[in-house]
T-cell receptor, first 111, second 115 residues
Framework: GQSLEQPSEVTAVEGAIVQINCTYQ??????LSWYQQHDGGAPTFLSY????GLEETGRFSSFLSRSDSYGYLLLQELQMKDSASYFC????????????FGQGTELSVKP | DGGITQSPKYLFRKEGQNVTLSCEQN?????MYWYRQDPGQGLRLIYY???????QKGDIAEGYSVSREKKESFPLTVTSAQKNPTAFYLC??????????????FGEGSWLTVV
């Protein structure tokens, strides 16, 4: 089977840095993605890691370690608008390639 | 503009009725998906389709049905057999199979409420 684990909620203050971790178990791993979802909205794609290492896109960075089955999303210079749910997701090639999502981490940014 | 269009945005269903949620994409994507999201929860896969005229059950397919007669369209029917259908339904698409990476794009979602 496959599963992903991430913290259910994280709180931080404006301007701070926060890291959201994701550990996964899957029989056939292609890569780890991160999505952001604001209340009542659709998830939007943030980043994708297929290889080990850090990918940086503006204030957001994502890291992957395939040997540890672990990744994280790093958000820097937090802004109030970053308050949202963040999901990690993997594609399982042994499950017909379907995309599996974690339960999501609710990030609250305080002034 | 390219994208995924879901309709209706809000839908009310009486118990015992079937309802169909529409999903259309003009991104020329091969794969399409339906997810269900309950308040404060993650996304659970209902059905997915990697190619026209073919689809597979996801983790919670019971009480749902789909069709994929055209590449652009992947409608979801919520049948009366679905015991607790009130939820937020998200349609998504991606370029192709696993080798294309994990990037999928979502529609704006449909809120279904049973009254």
């Amino acid at each position: 089977g496959q599963s992903l684990e991430q913290p259910s909620e994280v709180t931080a203050v404006e301007g701070a840095i926060v890291q959201i971790n994701c550990t996964y178990q899957t029989s056939g791993f292609y890569g780890l993605s991160w999505y952001q979802q604001h209340d009542g909205g659709a998830p939007t794609f943030l980043s994708y890691n297929a290889l080990d290492g850090l990918e940086e896109t503006g204030r957001f960075s994502s890291f992957l370690s395939r040997s540890d089955s672990y990744g994280y999303l790093l958000l820097q210079e937090l802004q109030m608008k970053d308050s949202a749910s963040y999901f990690c997701a993997v594609r399982d090639r042994n499950q017909g390639g379907k995309l599996i999502f974690g339960q999501g981490t609710e990030l609250s940014v305080k002034p | 503009d390219g994208g995924i269009t879901q309709s209706p945005k809000y839908l009310f269903r009486k118990e015992g009725q079937n309802v169909t949620l529409s999903c259309e994409q003009n991104l020329n994507h091969d794969a399409m998906y339906w997810y269900r999201q309950d308040p404060g929860q993650g996304l659970r896969l209902i059905y997915y389709s990697q190619i026209v005229n073919d689809f597979q059950k996801g983790d919670i397919a019971e009480g749902y049905s789909v069709s994929r007669e055209k590449k652009e369209s992947f409608p979801l029917t919520v049948t009366s057999a679905q015991k607790n259908p009130t939820a937020f339904y998200l349609c998504a698409s991606s370029k192709g199979g696993p080798s294309s990476g994990n990037t999928i794009y979502f529609g704006e979602g449909s809120w279904l409420t049973v009254v």
